[in-house]
T-cell receptor, first 115, second 114 residues
Protein backbone atom coordinates (compact mmCIF):
# COMPACT_ATOMS: atom_id res chain seq x y z
CA UNK A 1 0.00 0.00 0.00
CA UNK A 2 1.82 3.07 -1.23
CA UNK A 3 -0.75 5.76 -0.89
CA UNK A 4 -1.89 8.57 1.34
CA UNK A 5 -5.65 8.90 1.70
CA UNK A 6 -7.57 12.01 2.68
CA UNK A 7 -11.19 12.52 3.66
CA UNK A 8 -13.38 14.24 2.84
CA UNK A 9 -12.62 15.07 -0.78
CA UNK A 10 -14.67 18.26 -0.61
CA UNK A 11 -15.90 20.24 2.39
CA UNK A 12 -18.10 23.30 2.61
CA UNK A 13 -18.40 24.93 6.01
CA UNK A 14 -19.66 28.10 7.59
CA UNK A 15 -17.49 30.40 9.65
CA UNK A 16 -19.01 29.16 12.91
CA UNK A 17 -18.68 25.45 12.13
CA UNK A 18 -16.18 22.98 13.54
CA UNK A 19 -14.94 20.33 11.15
CA UNK A 20 -11.97 18.00 10.78
CA UNK A 21 -9.85 16.81 7.89
CA UNK A 22 -8.41 13.32 8.07
CA UNK A 23 -5.27 11.85 6.55
CA UNK A 24 -4.06 8.27 6.69
CA UNK A 25 -0.99 6.38 5.50
CA UNK A 26 -0.01 2.74 5.99
CA UNK A 27 3.52 2.90 4.61
CA UNK A 28 5.17 3.02 8.02
CA UNK A 29 6.29 6.58 7.39
CA UNK A 30 7.58 8.49 10.42
CA UNK A 31 6.80 12.04 9.30
CA UNK A 32 3.49 13.55 8.23
CA UNK A 33 2.70 17.00 6.87
CA UNK A 34 -0.13 19.43 6.22
CA UNK A 35 0.12 21.86 3.31
CA UNK A 36 -2.26 24.59 2.20
CA UNK A 37 -2.58 25.45 -1.49
CA UNK A 38 -4.48 28.49 -2.70
CA UNK A 39 -5.69 28.60 -6.29
CA UNK A 40 -2.90 29.11 -8.86
CA UNK A 41 -0.23 29.04 -6.11
CA UNK A 42 2.25 26.39 -4.94
CA UNK A 43 1.60 24.44 -1.74
CA UNK A 44 2.80 26.02 1.49
CA UNK A 45 3.80 24.04 4.54
CA UNK A 46 1.62 24.38 7.63
CA UNK A 47 2.66 21.65 10.07
CA UNK A 48 5.10 18.76 10.36
CA UNK A 49 4.82 15.79 12.70
CA UNK A 50 7.87 13.62 13.31
CA UNK A 51 7.36 10.42 15.28
CA UNK A 52 3.88 11.65 16.22
CA UNK A 53 5.22 14.87 17.75
CA UNK A 54 4.66 18.32 16.29
CA UNK A 55 8.05 19.46 15.04
CA UNK A 56 7.19 22.42 12.79
CA UNK A 57 4.36 24.95 12.98
CA UNK A 58 4.73 27.59 10.29
CA UNK A 59 3.02 30.28 12.37
CA UNK A 60 -0.40 28.95 11.45
CA UNK A 61 -3.41 30.68 13.10
CA UNK A 62 -4.86 28.79 16.05
CA UNK A 63 -8.15 28.22 14.22
CA UNK A 64 -6.21 25.35 12.60
CA UNK A 65 -5.37 22.65 15.13
CA UNK A 66 -3.39 19.58 14.06
CA UNK A 67 -3.46 16.25 15.81
CA UNK A 68 -1.52 13.03 15.30
CA UNK A 69 -3.31 10.26 17.25
CA UNK A 70 -0.95 7.54 16.00
CA UNK A 71 1.78 6.99 13.44
CA UNK A 72 -0.69 6.35 10.60
CA UNK A 73 -3.21 9.08 11.20
CA UNK A 74 -3.12 12.86 10.97
CA UNK A 75 -6.06 15.18 11.59
CA UNK A 76 -6.57 18.87 11.04
CA UNK A 77 -9.28 20.38 13.21
CA UNK A 78 -10.92 23.51 11.86
CA UNK A 79 -12.81 26.09 13.89
CA UNK A 80 -14.03 29.63 13.20
CA UNK A 81 -12.42 29.73 9.77
CA UNK A 82 -12.52 32.72 7.45
CA UNK A 83 -13.47 32.75 3.75
CA UNK A 84 -9.80 33.35 2.89
CA UNK A 85 -9.02 29.92 4.36
CA UNK A 86 -10.75 28.34 1.37
CA UNK A 87 -8.06 26.27 -0.33
CA UNK A 88 -6.86 22.78 -1.19
CA UNK A 89 -5.43 21.10 1.91
CA UNK A 90 -2.83 18.48 1.12
CA UNK A 91 -1.48 15.85 3.45
CA UNK A 92 1.88 14.18 2.84
CA UNK A 93 4.11 11.63 4.51
CA UNK A 94 7.75 10.62 4.28
CA UNK A 95 9.70 7.61 5.46
CA UNK A 96 12.40 9.66 7.10
CA UNK A 97 12.33 12.73 9.27
CA UNK A 98 15.70 13.96 8.07
CA UNK A 99 18.18 13.54 5.24
CA UNK A 100 18.55 15.17 1.86
CA UNK A 101 16.59 12.51 0.03
CA UNK A 102 13.31 12.53 1.88
CA UNK A 103 10.63 12.11 -0.74
CA UNK A 104 7.19 13.18 0.37
CA UNK A 105 4.14 11.26 -0.82
CA UNK A 106 1.02 13.36 -1.14
CA UNK A 107 -2.64 12.56 -0.78
CA UNK A 108 -5.34 13.76 -3.19
CA UNK A 109 -6.25 16.71 -0.99
CA UNK A 110 -9.42 18.14 0.51
CA UNK A 111 -10.97 21.12 -1.27
CA UNK A 112 -12.30 23.36 1.47
CA UNK A 113 -14.77 26.18 0.92
CA UNK A 114 -15.58 28.51 3.80
CA UNK A 115 -18.79 30.51 3.38
CA UNK B 1 17.10 31.01 2.57
CA UNK B 2 16.53 28.54 -0.20
CA UNK B 3 14.52 29.68 -3.19
CA UNK B 4 13.12 28.02 -6.30
CA UNK B 5 12.38 29.99 -9.46
CA UNK B 6 10.26 28.75 -12.33
CA UNK B 7 10.04 31.45 -14.98
CA UNK B 8 7.61 29.78 -17.39
CA UNK B 9 4.00 30.25 -16.23
CA UNK B 10 2.73 28.21 -19.16
CA UNK B 11 4.14 25.99 -21.88
CA UNK B 12 2.56 24.03 -24.66
CA UNK B 13 3.91 21.13 -26.68
CA UNK B 14 2.68 18.90 -29.47
CA UNK B 15 1.97 15.30 -28.59
CA UNK B 16 5.05 13.05 -29.02
CA UNK B 17 7.44 16.02 -28.89
CA UNK B 18 9.91 16.67 -26.07
CA UNK B 19 9.59 19.66 -23.73
CA UNK B 20 11.89 21.27 -21.16
CA UNK B 21 10.54 22.94 -18.04
CA UNK B 22 12.98 25.36 -16.40
CA UNK B 23 13.93 25.50 -12.73
CA UNK B 24 16.66 27.50 -11.04
CA UNK B 25 17.44 27.37 -7.36
CA UNK B 26 19.32 29.32 -4.77
CA UNK B 27 20.79 27.58 -1.76
CA UNK B 28 23.71 28.00 0.61
CA UNK B 29 23.71 24.31 1.56
CA UNK B 30 26.51 22.06 0.36
CA UNK B 31 24.23 19.04 0.26
CA UNK B 32 20.72 19.41 -1.12
CA UNK B 33 18.12 17.70 -3.23
CA UNK B 34 15.80 18.83 -6.00
CA UNK B 35 12.39 17.35 -6.70
CA UNK B 36 9.86 17.63 -9.48
CA UNK B 37 6.17 17.05 -8.84
CA UNK B 38 3.23 16.88 -11.24
CA UNK B 39 -0.19 18.17 -10.20
CA UNK B 40 -3.11 17.27 -12.47
CA UNK B 41 -6.36 19.19 -12.17
CA UNK B 42 -7.53 16.58 -9.65
CA UNK B 43 -5.13 18.11 -7.13
CA UNK B 44 -2.84 15.28 -6.11
CA UNK B 45 0.91 16.02 -6.12
CA UNK B 46 2.70 13.20 -7.93
CA UNK B 47 6.42 12.75 -7.37
CA UNK B 48 8.29 12.48 -10.67
CA UNK B 49 12.04 12.63 -10.16
CA UNK B 50 14.78 13.53 -7.69
CA UNK B 51 18.33 14.85 -8.11
CA UNK B 52 20.84 14.98 -5.28
CA UNK B 53 23.51 17.63 -5.34
CA UNK B 54 26.27 15.03 -5.15
CA UNK B 55 24.82 12.74 -7.80
CA UNK B 56 27.28 12.59 -10.66
CA UNK B 57 24.74 11.53 -13.23
CA UNK B 58 21.56 13.30 -14.25
CA UNK B 59 18.49 11.54 -12.86
CA UNK B 60 16.16 9.71 -15.22
CA UNK B 61 12.79 8.04 -14.62
CA UNK B 62 11.14 6.65 -17.71
CA UNK B 63 10.20 9.59 -19.97
CA UNK B 64 11.41 12.11 -17.36
CA UNK B 65 14.98 13.27 -17.08
CA UNK B 66 16.55 16.05 -15.11
CA UNK B 67 19.14 18.31 -16.75
CA UNK B 68 21.18 19.23 -13.68
CA UNK B 69 23.75 22.02 -14.08
CA UNK B 70 25.17 22.64 -10.65
CA UNK B 71 27.36 25.61 -11.55
CA UNK B 72 24.37 27.38 -13.10
CA UNK B 73 22.09 26.24 -10.26
CA UNK B 74 19.55 24.87 -12.67
CA UNK B 75 17.56 21.62 -12.59
CA UNK B 76 15.40 21.53 -15.68
CA UNK B 77 12.87 18.77 -16.26
CA UNK B 78 12.81 17.17 -19.69
CA UNK B 79 9.74 15.20 -20.72
CA UNK B 80 10.29 13.13 -23.83
CA UNK B 81 7.52 11.87 -26.15
CA UNK B 82 4.81 14.01 -24.53
CA UNK B 83 1.40 12.46 -24.00
CA UNK B 84 -1.99 14.11 -23.56
CA UNK B 85 -1.98 12.88 -19.95
CA UNK B 86 1.11 15.00 -19.27
CA UNK B 87 -1.06 18.13 -19.29
CA UNK B 88 -0.78 19.38 -15.71
CA UNK B 89 0.95 21.82 -13.40
CA UNK B 90 4.61 21.01 -12.71
CA UNK B 91 6.44 22.14 -9.58
CA UNK B 92 10.15 22.16 -8.84
CA UNK B 93 10.97 21.91 -5.12
CA UNK B 94 13.77 21.69 -2.59
CA UNK B 95 14.16 21.62 1.17
CA UNK B 96 14.52 24.78 3.19
CA UNK B 97 15.49 25.22 6.80
CA UNK B 98 16.01 21.53 7.41
CA UNK B 99 14.95 18.40 5.65
CA UNK B 100 11.25 18.45 6.39
CA UNK B 101 10.25 21.77 4.91
CA UNK B 102 9.68 21.41 1.18
CA UNK B 103 9.43 24.68 -0.72
CA UNK B 104 8.07 24.92 -4.24
CA UNK B 105 8.52 27.18 -7.22
CA UNK B 106 5.54 29.00 -8.69
CA UNK B 107 4.93 26.15 -11.12
CA UNK B 108 4.62 25.75 -14.88
CA UNK B 109 1.35 24.76 -16.51
CA UNK B 110 2.00 22.39 -19.39
CA UNK B 111 -0.58 21.83 -22.12
CA UNK B 112 -0.05 18.95 -24.53
CA UNK B 113 -1.86 19.41 -27.84
CA UNK B 114 -2.84 16.51 -30.13
Amino acid sequence: DTEVTQTPKHLVMGMTNKKSLKCEQHMGHRAMYWYKQKAKKPPELMFVYSYEKLSINESVPSRFSPECPNSSLLNLHLHALQPEDSALYLCASSQKTSGVYNEQFFGPGTRLTVL
Amino acid sequence: AQKITQTQPGMFVQEKEAVTLDCTYDTSDQSYGLFWYKQPSSGEMIFLIYQGSYDEQNATEGRYSLNFQKARKSANLVISASQLGDSAMYFCATFSGGYNKLIFGAGTRLAVHP
